[in-house]
């Protein structure tokens, strides 16, 4: 009944669960079966890189979202380690799987019905990723930084490092518990009208000097400010801005 009520208000959601622990096959595909044409998934990615069950989720599945916790800090050679192995499209995933299936008990998703293009997007939460260095990194693999609203409690940028924008909204005052003003989701508003257009704003807080280039881009925002049932109406509201 959620799924149905979601995906009839919007065009998008971000699936969580997936971080804390891996979804049958069964699931993804019912969620692509209940979903209308065009409705996208975005995905948490698990420490189990290789499980790639998502993949079930065929057209409708989005970018997959990789959070690192606050005790995770830069390491160029980490990153770029990790980078490498992420799978650029489907049938790079299904190989990927199909490789260490072995060490999952239900086994890995080995199957997809096109060769269709992932995307990735990195949050983070340590400061020492504020630097030039990692935003290039992110450019060079065509990987998004999370524009994530922590209430100041973790670093905050804006630069574009992909072809694509994804933004966590966790909340404007305390996170996970405060919702968003019609102001500022005005504020909001006029961000994704930017970066959607391919453009940035005047005051966009940059950590590198490199500005976006221009183009149309898709942009995904999501609310996770659900601890008192704020993110459900503040998307609704953003998306009626948005349509306006």
Same mark, same amino acid.
């Given at each position: %009944? /959620?799924?149905?009520?979601?995906? =009839? ?21 019912r ?15 698990a ?5 790639m ?18 005790n ?50 990195? /949050?983070?939460r340590?400061?020492?990723? %504020?630097?030039? /260095? ?32 994804? =933004? ?7 996170l ?45 925002v ?23």
């Amino acid at each position: %009944m /959620e799924l149905q009520f979601a995906s =009839g208000e919007f065009n998008s959601i971000e699936i969580n669960g997936s971080f804390y622990s891996l979804q049958r096959p069964s699931s993804y595909q019912r969620w692509h079966a209940e979903t209308p044409p065009g409705f996208v998934f975005s995905v948490k990615g698990a420490r189990f890189i290789t499980h790639m069950k998502k993949l079930c989720l065929r057209e409708k599945l989005g970018p997959i979202l990789w959070q690192f916790p606050p005790n995770f800090g830069w390491n160029p050679e980490r990153f770029t380690e990790f980078f490498e192995l992420l799978p650029r499209d489907t049938r790079e995933a299904v190989k990927l799987a199909k490789r260490h299936d072995d060490k999952l008990k239900a086994g890995a998703w080995t199957k997809t019905d096109a060769a269709r293009p992932i995307r990735h997007a990195v /949050e983070i939460r340590h400061c020492t990723f %504020m630097v030039p /260095e990692f935003f290039a990194l992110l450019r060079r693999y065509n990987i998004a930084f999370v524009v994530a609203d922590t209430a100041g409690k973790w670093p905050y940028a804006e630069d574009i490092t992909a072809d694509f924008v994804y =933004g966590r909204l966790h909340g404007a005052e305390q996170l996970y518990v405060s919702g968003y003003s019609d102001h500022e989701l005005d504020w909001w508003a006029n961000r994704v009208e930017h970066w959607r257009k391919g453009k940035q704003p005047h005051d966009a807080k940059l950590v590198s000097d490199r500005r976006a280039k221009i183009g149309k881009r898709d942009v995904y925002v999501y609310f996770d400010n659900d601890a008192k049932v704020h993110a459900p109406f503040n998307a609704k509201t953003l998306a009626k801005k948005l349509r306006d």
